[in-house]
């Protein structure tokens, strides 16, 4: 799993959005790195019907803690 890129978001809830390499078949763009009542998430971007892509809670909490490893590390491009 690798983040591709991050760019941080200033807002209330909004941390960041980024890019990710999940393995080399998988690679998800503009997800959203969000403040939530259940602490920081992961959401895909949003269709005019919802989500276009939900995670497993396992596989959220991986690729929300990668998003925060980045965005801690000051790094547009993670590894």
Do not use: Q, W
């Not at 690798?2 to 763009?29: Q, T």
């Amino acid at each position: 799993m690798k983040i591709l890129s991050i760019h941080p978001m200033h807002g209330a809830v909004a941390k960041a959005r980024f890019d990710i390499e999940i393995n080399e078949h998988l690679r998800l763009y503009g997800l959203i790195l969000k403040h939530t009542s259940n602490g920081l998430r992961t959401h895909a971007p949003r269709t005019n019907t919802g989500h276009s892509a939900t995670f497993h809670p396992e596989l959220g909490k991986r690729i929300t803690a990668a998003a925060v490893a980045a965005l801690e590390g000051c790094s547009h491009v993670g590894s």
